[in-house]
């Protein structure tokens, strides 16, 4: 038994992560937090932003798959929050991945589903999934690493929300976002 605490305790350094606590009065999201000792100068590091849960790993399309709390569309502010759980995410895993953004769980089996098992979705199922997958990160064909917001809302439903009209300003791209990494 001792040995097996201690092999856990060592994996546990070894991946720089803690336990998921849950910190959410309203909701079952989590907060992830994390410690660094690179150094003794180094503070330790907790993560304070939106509440969000890693709800799937590695998929052929994405190294996480995220589930975070219905965003409000009428507001970009989401786009910080996810900006912050990307930097998190850096911080406790590792800076080069690609995450898919949801805040609707349905939407993320549904996605899931197509494009991991192949499952046909009707329209009705496919629309849920497009306005519910509220960014996608990682590194585009050409190797530029990019956030981008609602880009599978239609366009012509695009000037129905605040934030899928503004997510769509090709200049709020942040086109070479890095995460903040250590």
Not at 15 to 33: I, V
Not at 112 to 118: N, S
């Amino acid at each position: 038994m001792k040995k097996l605490l201690i092999l856990f305790s060592t994996f546990s350094i070894i991946l720089g992560c803690s336990e998921p606590k849950d910190t959410s009065n309203q909701s079952n999201l989590t907060t992830f937090t994390s410690s660094s000792s690179m150094s003794n100068k180094a503070q330790a590091y907790a993560y304070t932003g939106r509440k969000y849960k890693i709800i799937k790993g590695k998929t052929s399309y994405s190294d996480y798959e995220i589930l975070i709390d219905p965003v409000d569309l009428n507001s970009t502010e989401y786009k910080k929050d996810i900006q912050g759980i990307i930097d998190d995410v850096a911080h406790s895993y590792k800076s080069d991945f690609t995450a898919y953004f949801y805040d609707d769980p349905k939407a993320a089996d549904l996605n899931y589903a197509d494009l991991e098992l192949g499952k046909q979705l009707t329209k009705t199922e496919n629309d849920l999934v497009n306005n519910h997958i509220v960014a996608i990160f990682g590194k585009d064909v050409d190797g530029t690493v990019r956030v981008n917001y609602f880009e599978n809302v239609p366009e012509e439903k695009r000037n129905k929300h605040k934030a899928w009209k503004e997510a769509f300003d090709e200049s709020e791209f942040n086109s070479g976002y890095k995460p903040n990494a250590r």
